[in-house]
């Protein structure tokens, strides 16, 4: 006779994290949240407050927060697990990369640039400590400083960097329409614009908004946003 699982099984468990995740990285965030709760409540019962797995569910739980923009609840969150995940993880683990990153990737769109600067460049020089200079995680905080750069009145120095990280992820994904590629490009072309390079940076978002809707399809959030992006700039 099989044995039915319970909804608190470790593969059940498991199962049920990826429907939550895939909810959230569909733009479902209330599903998700929800879905993350109700796991982190059952994860905490099977495993304890510090099992690596609860972690993860307050990663992902401080993560679709922000995605849905409830940023201050998800800073929140990350400031209270930052402590636990350097604890449980250790200082130089990729989850507490990524909550320090997220920290300072949420403190950027809540619209404070000046303190998301050193935020990324701390956790920049942590990354590169141990994952080196290209690997992904590494080439995302980059961008972001780049980016950060350019919103903060430096858009010459944050080109030069974008330049060598184009260069980099082309090499690294082999592909051109790679999304961390087009996010390179798109990036690129709002550089250029706060230049005053209004044909290149337009040409570049054409570029980009083709790409991307070959690539993630017409409605796809990152595909929108580069459209709006290129009838904000001509003046549409």
């Not at 699982?5 to 965030?29: C, K, N, Q």
């Not at 303190?115 to 590494?138: M, S």
């Not at 080439?139 to 980099?168: C, F």
Request: aromatic share 6%.
């Amino acid at each position: 006779m099989e044995r039915a699982l319970s909804p608190t099984d470790v593969a059940v468990l498991e199962e049920r994290h990826y429907i939550a995740y895939w909810h959230g990285m569909l733009g479902r965030y209330d599903q998700a949240l929800e879905l993350h709760a109700e796991l982190l409540r059952d994860r905490i019962e099977a495993f304890g407050e510090e099992h690596e797995q609860v972690v993860f569910s307050r990663m992902n739980i401080c993560r679709f927060l922000g995605e849905s923009g409830r940023l201050q609840e998800a800073l929140d969150g990350y400031g209270e697990l930052l402590p636990l995940v350097t604890r449980v993880r250790g200082a130089y683990h990729p989850n507490t990369f990524l909550v320090r990153l997220n920290t300072a990737r949420f403190t950027w769109e809540l619209g404070d640039a000046s303190a998301a600067l050193p935020l990324h460049e701390e956790v920049l020089r942590d990354q590169r400590e141990v994952l080196g200079d290209t690997h992904p995680a590494v080439m995302i905080t980059r961008y972001n400083i780049a980016m950060l750069k350019a919103e903060l009145g430096d858009p010459v120095t944050a080109l030069a960097e974008l330049d060598v990280l184009l260069e980099q992820r082309l090499a690294r994904y082999a592909n051109p329409e790679h999304p961390e590629v087009t996010t390179t490009r798109f990036g690129r072309a709002r550089t250029l614009a706060r230049l005053g390079e209004v044909e290149s940076a337009a040409a570049l978002l054409r570029d980009v908004v083709a790409g991307r809707a070959r690539v993630l399809g017409e409605e796809h959030r990152d595909t929108r946003e580069a459209r709006e992006e290129l009838d904000g700039l001509l003046g549409g």
